[in-house]
C-alpha cells in the first residue's frame, strides 16, 4: 500500500488519479495537490460520485520546493507524481530529494524563457537520488513513455539488435475549433514550432521545422502526413537500446494546424521572451495560452482516434525483422470514462502504472532512471488492463532503407 502525492490538476493529472483511484488496493490514500484548488477538488468530486474514493486535495505552488516538502510532510506521502508543467520538474524533484520519496514526471525540465529539450538538469540529480535511497521515473507518459517501453519490450524480448527505430505519432482526433492544442499549449507549441532532428550513426541531424514529411498508413486512421520532429524520448533511447544505426520521430498535423502555426509564428505569437506592451512585460505564447481553449475543455467535443507506435527493424537469429507496436485510442471512449479526451488519456494512464510498479516494488532502485531502463514486461501487461491495449504486427523489413 502506498500513499501518493499529485500534483497538478489538468486533463493528464484527471485521468492519472482516477486510475489511481481505481487502484485502491495499491493507492491507499491519494493527495491531489495544484496551483487552482478548485481544480482538484472537481476532480475528487468526479471520483467520489464515479468510483465512491476520497481523494485529499490541497493548495500548492509547485514552484515553491520548501511548500513542497511541507506538503510531502503533512500528507504523509511516499511517492509523487508530477502532472503540472515541465517548468516545475527541478523544484519537485527537489523537494524529492528533500523529503527522501520517489519521484514520476512525464516530461524533461523546461525553462520557461528556453526551450532546451534535454533531460541533463534532470539526470545531473542522479547522485542526490542515490544519496536519498530513492527512484526518480523521467518520462512516464505516452511518448515519452509507453513509446519507450515499446523500445525496451523489443530489445529484451523481441530481437538481438536493433537498428532502426522510427517513433509515429498520430492524433487524428477532430475538436471542431479553428485551431486548439491538444495538451498545454505553450508546451506543445514549442515543440512543434522548433528545428527536427534525428539520430543517425552516433550524430544529430538537425532539420528545418517541419521539413521532412512522409505520408504513413496509421492502423484504424488511415494515411495522414507525419512531420518530422525533435522529441525528447530521442536522447534516453540513443543510449538504451543498444547498436541503434537511427531513430526518428513523426508526428501527423493537418494542413489546417500548420497553416494556423505559421501565421502565429510570423506574427512573433509563439515568442518565449517577454515583450513590453502598455509598459507591461508579455510572454506572447503565455497570453496566446490564455486565448486558445483549454486542453482539458476538448473532451466532450474530440471524435476519432489516436495512434501512437514504434516501428523497429533490426535482427533476431540471424534474419532481418520489423515490427509494429502500436496503441489505437478512441477519443469519445476516454471522455465517457474519464471526462478527458485520448491525449490526456493516453498519458494519464501510463503515469498511473509508473506509479503503480514503484509502490508495488515491482520497479525499484536508487536514482534517476529513462523508463526504458527497467523492465518493460509488467508496464505491458498494465497497459492491456488499463485501458491502452497495444498490438504488435510483424512488417516487411525496409525501414532503413527508404529515401527521405
Ligand atoms: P495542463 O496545462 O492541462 O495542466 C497542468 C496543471 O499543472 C494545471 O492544473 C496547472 O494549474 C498546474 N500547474 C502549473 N503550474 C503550477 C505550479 N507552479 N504549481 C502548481 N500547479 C501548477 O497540462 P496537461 O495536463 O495537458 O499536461 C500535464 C503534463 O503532462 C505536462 O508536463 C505535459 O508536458 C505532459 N504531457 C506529457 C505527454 C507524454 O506523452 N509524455 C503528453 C501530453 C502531456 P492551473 O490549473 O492553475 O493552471
Not at 79 to 93: F, W
Not at 316 to 334: F, R, T
Request: glycine letters at 8%; aromatic letters at 10%; hydrophobic letters at 40%.
Amino acid at each position: 500500500m502506498a500513499n501518493l502525492l499529485i500534483i497538478g490538476a489538468g486533463g493528464v493529472s484527471r485521468v492519472a488519479t482516477i486510475k489511481c483511484a481505481m487502484n485502491q488496493e495499491v493507492f491507499d490514500k491519494i493527495t491531489l495537490a495544484s496551483r487552482t484548488k478548485r481544480k482538484c477538488d472537481e476532480i475528487a468530486s468526479f471520483i467520489k460520485q464515479r468510483l465512491n474514493v476520497n481523494i485529499h486535495t490541497a493548495e500548492i505552488d509547485a514552484d515553491d520546493s520548501e511548500a513542497v516538502v511541507g506538503l510531502i510532510k503533512k500528507s504523509g506521502a511516499e511517492i509523487l507524481l508530477n502532472l503540472a508543467l515541465p517548468y516545475q520538474d527541478l523544484t519537485l524533484m527537489d523537494a524529492c530529494i528533500r523529503a527522501k520519496i520517489h519521484y514520476i514526471d512525464t516530461a524533461n525540465y523546461e525553462h520557461p524563457s528556453l526551450a532546451k529539450f534535454e533531460y541533463k538538469e534532470q539526470w545531473a540529480r542522479n547522485k542526490s537520488f542515490k544519496d536519498a535511497g530513492i527512484l526518480g521515473l523521467l518520462g512516464s507518459g505516452f511518448d515519452p513513455g509507453a513509446t519507450n517501453v515499446f523500445c525496451a519490450y523489443a530489445q529484451q524480448n523481441l530481437f538481438d539488435e536493433i537498428h532502426f527505430i522510427d517513433i509515429l505519432d498520430c492524433n487524428a482526433g477532430d475538436h471542431g475549433y479553428a485551431f486548439a492544442t491538444n495538451f498545454n499549449p505553450e508546451i506543445n507549441l514549442r515543440e512543434v514550432s522548433a528545428k527536427g532532428r534525428y539520430w543517425q550513426e552516433g550524430r544529430w541531424i538537425e532539420t528545418e521545422p517541419m521539413e521532412i514529411k512522409m505520408g504513413w498508413d496509421y492502423p484504424q486512421v488511415g494515411v495522414k502526413d507525419s512531420y518530422l520532429l525533435y522529441h525528447e524520448e530521442l536522447e534516453s533511447l540513443v543510449k538504451n537500446i543498444k547498436g541503434l544505426k537511427r531513430i526518428r520521430f513523426f508526428m501527423t498535423f493537418s494542413q489546417n494546424y500548420l497553416t494556423h502555426m505559421k501565421c502565429l509564428e510570423n506574427v512573433g505569437m509563439l515568442g518565449i521572451k517577454a515583450v513590453k506592451h502598455k509598459g507591461m512585460d508579455i510572454v506572447p505564447i503565455e497570453f496566446l495560452k490564455t486565448l486558445l481553449p483549454d486542453p482539458a475543455s476538448l473532451g466532450p467535443r474530440t471524435k476519432g482516434f489516436t495512434n501512437i507506435g514504434c516501428v523497429i527493424r533490426g535482427k533476431k537469429d540471424g534474419q532481418d525483422k520489423q515490427i509494429y507496436i502500436y496503441n489505437v485510442c478512441n477519443h469519445e471512449e476516454c471522455f465517457k470514462e474519464t471526462g478527458a479526451q485520448a491525449v490526456s488519456y493516453t498519458t494519464g494512464v501510463p503515469a498511473m502504472i509508473g506509479a503503480k510498479l514503484i509502490a508495488q516494488g515491482i520497479w525499484k532502485g536508487k536514482g534517476v532512471f529513462n523508463i526504458e531502463e527497467f523492465e518493460a514486461k509488467p508496464f505491458m501487461d498494465e497497459l492491456n488492463s488499463s485501458g491502452l491495449a497495444w498490438k504488435i504486427i510483424e512488417m516487411k523489413p525496409n525501414l532503413g532503407d527508404e529515401k527521405n
